[in-house]
């Protein structure tokens, strides 16, 4: 008896073992296959300057193994006679299989050129960065979502009816999970209209830090005492942000007082003093100084400046020369600088002494 003419679910033995030579032998023609040509592609896109064919490289490289087996399965099956059933299965599958490899190409690619735009642009341009990291996310969801639509469709369902039903039960969700909604639409919010990107220093009511981190829920800031504090996109924007990143120079009042025993002609020289000091200075904009008030234990002087850069140890570096310049000046020409001062009453009667 001819052992290979046997028959075995509407097929020969024969038939059997030559559909899974096919397989096997299709399936390691396709795994040499996607080496020597990554490896042909690789070594072409080192002699190029472009990113482009770096990211064909990787991306082919992310070609399962298992997705090349069920092409090899396919076309090994092809050899046999099988039911409509089982051969509508297999059909099925195989499209899923290439449908799930395209999108994990798809989602490997915007990984990729995202991760390249953020590299070559977070430091010149963090507002763009900011941005491309959230369409990053939004267009990795509309990928799978339209790859589960797709799925769906090759297995038989009504996708018209479906999204109708999943717009009825999406409202419901919406109301469900409004806060986290609510957070999201937030993000694209400050993706889009960027009252604050990555690296900017801002002050939220009383609290202060650097942004580090832009999510689709939450936005994190690292404080100057180092800890990381954490926001709710939502309740970010609807508190008042002070972003001192775009602060483009940095207005500075500040005061000092003389004693009263100070001559008249004295007097007259501390504003022009402050004034050459403050002009001598780089990065700064002189305004004003003016004798501004009769104190209860000094003549008080008030000055205005600029500092023109946003650095805040730039602005404490000019304040503290500006102080030593003074110090050094009135001593110079005699001046004195007020201190503050108690007055006692010694009441007539009882003897006691009040401040």
């Given at each position: 008896?001819?052992?290979?003419?046997?028959?075995?679910?509407g097929?020969?033995?024969?038939d059997?073992?030559?559909?899974?030579?096919?397989?096997?032998?299709?399936?390691?023609l396709?795994?040499?296959?996607k080496?020597?040509?990554?490896?042909?592609?690789?070594?072409?896109a080192?002699?190029t300057?472009?990113?482009?064919?770096?990211?064909v490289?990787?991306?082919?490289?992310?070609?399962?193994f298992?997705?090349?087996l069920?092409?090899a399965?396919?076309f090994g099956?092809?050899?046999?006679?099988?039911?409509?059933?089982p051969?509508?299965l297999?059909?099925?599958f195989t499209v899923?299989?290439?449908?799930?490899?395209?999108?994990?190409w798809?989602n490997?690619?915007?990984?990729?050129?995202?991760?390249?735009?953020l590299?070559r642009?977070?430091?010149t341009?963090?507002?763009?960065?900011?941005?491309?990291?959230?369409?990053g996310?939004?267009a990795?969801?509309?990928?799978?979502?339209i790859?589960?639509?797709?799925?769906?469709?090759n297995?038989?369902?009504?996708?018209?009816?479906?999204?109708?039903s999943?717009?009825?039960?999406?409202?419901?969700?919406?109301?469900?999970?409004?806060?986290?909604?609510?957070?999201?639409?937030?993000?694209?919010s400050?993706a889009?209209?960027?009252?604050?990107?990555?690296?900017?220093?801002?002050?939220?009511?009383?609290?202060?830090?650097?942004?580090?981190y832009?999510?689709?829920?939450?936005?994190?800031?690292?404080?100057?005492?180092?800890?990381?504090?954490?926001?709710?996109n939502?309740d970010?924007?609807?508190?008042?942000i002070r972003?001192?990143?775009r602060?483009?120079?940095?207005?500075?009042?500040?005061?000092?007082?003389?004693?009263y025993?100070?001559?008249?002609?004295k007097?007259?020289?501390?504003?022009?003093?402050v004034?050459?000091?403050?002009?001598?200075?780089?990065?700064?904009?002189?305004?004003?100084?003016h004798?501004?008030?009769y104190?209860?234990?000094?003549?008080?002087f008030e000055?205005?400046?600029?500092?023109?850069?946003?650095?805040y140890?730039i602005?404490?570096?000019?304040q503290q020369?500006?102080?030593?310049?003074?110090?050094?000046?009135?001593?110079?020409?005699?001046?004195?600088f007020?201190?503050?001062?108690?007055?006692?009453y010694?009441h007539?009667?009882?003897?006691?002494?009040?401040?």
């Open positions: 008896m001819n052992l290979l003419g046997q028959t075995y679910y097929n020969t033995l024969q059997w073992l030559t559909a899974l030579a096919v397989v096997i032998a299709l399936a390691l396709l795994y040499f296959a080496r020597l040509v990554i490896a042909r592609l690789a070594a072409w080192q002699k300057e472009t990113r482009l064919d770096d990211c490289v990787e991306i082919l490289a992310g070609t399962r298992l997705f090349l069920i092409i399965f396919y099956l092809q050899y046999l006679e099988l039911p409509p059933k051969t509508r297999i059909t099925h899923i299989a290439l449908l799930l490899q395209a999108a994990m798809g490997r690619g915007i990984v990729l050129w995202l991760d390249d735009y590299k642009n977070r430091e341009d963090a507002a763009g960065a900011t941005t491309v990291s959230v369409l996310f939004i990795r969801v509309a990928l799978w979502s790859l589960l639509l797709m799925i769906l469709d297995l038989g369902f009504n996708i018209t009816a479906l999204v109708a999943l717009g009825i039960g999406g409202v419901a969700v919406a109301l469900a999970t409004q806060n986290i909604l609510g957070d999201i639409f937030a993000s694209l400050i889009i209209d960027k009252p604050f990107v990555i690296g900017d220093f801002i002050v939220v009511d009383d609290i202060l830090g650097n942004v580090e832009i999510g689709l829920k939450t936005t994190r800031l690292r404080s100057l005492g180092g800890e990381q504090i954490v926001f709710s939502t970010l924007l609807k508190s008042r972003n001192y990143k602060m483009y120079e940095r207005r500075v009042v500040f005061s000092f007082g003389v004693v025993q100070t001559p008249h002609e007097l007259k020289s501390v504003p022009v003093m004034r050459e000091i403050i002009e001598g200075l780089e990065k700064t904009r002189f305004d004003r100084a004798f501004k008030e104190g209860d234990s000094s003549l008080n000055v205005v400046y600029f500092v023109q850069d946003p650095d140890n602005y404490m570096d000019i020369c500006i102080n030593l310049s003074l110090f050094e000046g009135f001593a110079r020409e005699g001046i004195e007020a201190y503050p001062t108690r007055t006692l010694l007539r009667e009882t003897g006691v002494v009040h401040g």
